[in-house]
């Protein structure tokens, strides 16, 4: 196991620093002048080549790479071009937002999404399975920021059962799960989706297996062969697409915080790219990274639990 971490933390080394450079490239290639955007347009010319030498925009982007790469090495992501704030700052205080958003999401998509699919599994053919079925097709298909936007005005607009913006008042829980249940329901309907079409898939396939049937021969419940037989060894796929899932939930979030005016990384990244604050472009994207990253190396350590005859070398 140690030697499965030892790999796998080597090889996020490579993956973060291309992030890296994609990154760096992209938010410098793109129209626009984070100088211009701070300073207004009514700056002058001197008031702009000064700003911009201050700044370190002035020097060539390989240099400016070297820059980053070394603040990087000392856990330093730099300051806000537009605020001025350390850029790990304004992380800190808008990744638990975040976290929260996609924990929420998380668990609408397993809690709906894993009991739809072993439903659909055990019941082929049936109106549960169709109806899982057009479910997870409408899931999938629908944009999430069309889904958001029908759910605020129904829920929020009309009914006032939910907030329509914000993230509920600081350091009051139950105003904080409120606000939390629309924008969690918006980014966990694609999930649902995934994981019931997924789980579907693997029961049928496990459910036809000899020793499921052996099980049935002798005696066992049909609960116990679905939930103790079936389910446990069809869990690896579904494992594997929920990890996945939390990755495609953090960039969800983007638009979802947005659509909710939540105060998270999303909407911190689209303040940032609009105003083309590199730092925190640049910062928000790497965190993203390393969390999606982690995440990956917790679902294969959950494989080895899962399932002891996997071997890692």
Same mark, same amino acid.
């Given at each position: 196991?140690?030697?499965?971490?030892?790999?796998? +933390?080597?090889?996020?080394? @490579?993956? !973060?620093?291309?992030?890296?450079?994609?990154?760096?490239?992209?938010?410098?290639?793109? @129209?626009?002048?984070?100088?211009?955007?701070?300073?207004?347009?009514?700056?002058?010319?001197?008031?702009?080549?000064?700003?911009?030498?201050?700044?370190?925009?002035?020097? @060539?982007? @390989?240099?400016?790479?070297?820059?980053?790469?070394?603040?990087?090495?000392?856990?330093?992501?730099?300051?806000?071009?537009?605020?001025?704030?350390?850029?790990?700052?304004?992380?800190?205080?808008?990744?638990?937002?975040?976290?929260?958003?996609?924990?929420?999401?998380? +668990?609408?998509?397993?809690?709906?999404?894993?009991?739809?699919?072993?439903?659909?599994?055990?019941?082929?053919?049936?109106?549960?399975?169709?109806?899982? +079925?057009?479910?997870?097709?409408?899931?999938?298909?629908?944009?999430?920021?069309?889904?958001?936007?029908?759910?605020?005005?129904?829920?929020?607009?009309?009914?006032?059962?939910?907030?329509?913006?914000?993230?509920?008042?600081?350091?009051?829980?139950?105003?904080?799960?409120?606000?939390?249940?629309?924008?969690?329901?918006?980014?966990?309907?694609?999930?649902?989706?995934?994981?019931?079409?997924?789980?579907?898939?693997?029961?049928?396939?496990?459910?036809?297996?000899?020793?499921?049937?052996?099980?049935?021969?002798?005696?066992?419940?049909?609960?116990?062969?679905?939930?103790?037989?079936?389910?446990?060894?069809?869990?690896?796929?579904?494992?594997?697409?929920?990890?996945?899932?939390?990755?495609?939930?953090?960039?969800?979030? !983007?638009?979802?915080?947005?659509?909710?005016?939540?105060?998270?990384?999303?909407?911190?990244?689209?303040?940032?790219?609009?105003?083309?604050?590199?730092?925190?472009?640049?910062?928000?994207?790497?965190?993203?990274?390393?969390?999606?990253?982690?995440?990956?190396?917790?679902?294969? +350590? !959950?494989?080895?639990?899962?399932?002891?005859?996997?071997?890692?070398?």
């Amino acid at each position: 196991m140690r030697g499965l971490l030892a790999a796998r +933390l080597a090889a996020t080394v @490579p993956t !973060v620093l291309g992030v890296i450079i994609v990154v760096f490239l992209v938010v410098h290639f793109i @129209p626009g002048d984070p100088v211009i955007a701070m300073l207004g347009d009514s700056a002058t010319a001197e008031q702009v080549e000064e700003t911009r030498r201050l700044l370190g925009l002035d020097a @060539p982007l @390989p240099v400016q790479f070297a820059r980053v790469i070394a603040r990087y090495v000392r856990l330093d992501l730099g300051r806000s071009i537009i605020t001025r704030r350390p850029v790990i700052g304004e992380i800190r205080s808008r990744f638990p937002h975040t976290l929260w958003l996609a924990a929420g999401a998380m +668990l609408v998509s397993v809690a709906v999404g894993l009991p739809l699919g072993v439903l659909a599994a055990t019941r082929r053919g049936s109106l549960v399975d169709l109806s899982s +079925l057009v479910l997870s097709t409408a899931g999938i298909a629908a944009p999430v920021f069309w889904i958001g936007l029908l759910l605020s005005l129904l829920f929020a607009t009309r009914l006032g059962w939910f907030p329509t913006i914000g993230a509920g008042r600081v350091g009051d829980l139950g105003s904080m799960l409120h606000a939390l249940v629309l924008p969690s329901v918006t980014l966990g309907l694609s999930g649902i989706a995934l994981i019931a079409r997924m789980t579907r898939s693997c029961m049928l396939e496990v459910l036809r297996e000899d020793y499921v049937r052996t099980a049935r021969a002798k005696g066992a419940t049909e609960r116990a062969v679905v939930f103790r037989h079936a389910l446990k060894n069809a869990a690896i796929p579904i494992v594997t697409i929920i990890g996945l899932n939390v990755g495609y939930l953090l960039g969800g979030a !983007v638009l979802v915080e947005t659509v909710f005016a939540r105060p998270g990384l999303g909407k911190l990244l689209v303040d940032a790219i609009l105003s083309r604050d590199y730092p925190v472009v640049q910062g928000v994207t790497l965190t993203v990274a390393i969390s999606f990253v982690a995440v990956n190396l917790v679902t294969d +350590l !959950v494989y080895g639990w899962l399932d002891p005859r996997i071997q890692y070398q």
